[in-house]
């Protein structure tokens, strides 16, 4: 009688060791699933990092423009020159606000966007001043701002609007503040 081992000789014979195409696909293909979700994951929160990072400038842009606004209107007011802005900037016209170099020397005036020396509201990064719209400054940037005044029916009442704009990929984002500005005189109280 023959032993196991030898009825299975002949069929052991033909086997070579290593492993099979399918075997090599099948091993290529679980391998490529198991990192796949680790990088679709990573990707998704480098993107959305991304996001939140130019969320949170734009934010804080927007947050500058009322506190620019605020400055101006502070100083009108104590210049007797109510309201704060020019009569371009009422309503939905859009403006800018040119800031100086030197703060001591001249004030920061509107300026509408249509403004050569505004270029349309873009703001530039300068290395000195931070975001300008001077394109002399420094590199672009892919934010733009904008303010508009709004008179409220209080009669000597403000209703600031800044929006900061900028594109992402092919989606345009914004992020809107508003504020009531008041003229506090001694008058009206």
């Known amino acids: 009688m023959k032993?196991?081992?030898?009825?299975?000789?002949?069929?052991?014979?033909?086997?070579?060791?290593?492993?099979t195409l399918i075997e090599s696909l099948v091993a290529i293909t679980i391998l490529m699933i198991a990192?796949?979700?680790?990088?679709?994951?990573?990707?998704?929160?480098?993107?959305?990092?991304?996001?939140?990072?130019?969320?949170t400038i734009a934010g804080n842009l927007a947050a500058e423009g009322l506190e620019y606004i605020n400055n101006l209107k502070d100083n009108d007011l104590a210049n007797n020159t109510w309201p704060p802005a020019a009569a371009t900037c009422i309503e939905t016209a859009l403006c800018g606000i040119s800031l100086p170099a030197d703060w001591g020397a001249v004030s920061p005036v509107f300026l509408p966007c249509?403004?050569?020396?505004?270029?349309?509201?873009?703001?530039?990064i300068s290395d000195s001043h931070g975001y300008t719209y001077d394109p002399t400054a420094g590199s672009a940037s892919p934010f733009m701002r904008t303010f508009y005044l709004t008179p409220a029916p209080a009669g000597s009442q403000?209703?600031?609007t800044v929006v900061v704009s900028w594109t992402a990929?092919?989606?345009?984002?914004?992020?809107?503040?508003?504020?009531?500005?008041?003229?506090?005189?001694?008058?009206e109280r």
Request: glycine content about 10%; proline content about 3%; aromatic content about 10%.
């Open 158 to 160: 403000y209703l600031a």
């Open 114 to 124: 249509s403004n050569p020396a505004m270029n349309g509201c873009t703001l530039w």
């Open 169 to 187: 990929g092919s989606f345009g984002n914004q992020v809107q503040l508003q504020e009531l500005l008041s003229n506090y005189d001694n008058n």
């Open 35 to 55: 990192i796949a979700g680790p990088l679709t994951v990573a990707s998704k929160a480098y993107h959305a990092a991304l996001d939140a990072r130019d969320q």
């Open 3 to 19: 032993s196991f081992s030898q009825k299975n000789r002949g069929i052991l014979r033909g086997r070579r060791d290593g492993f």
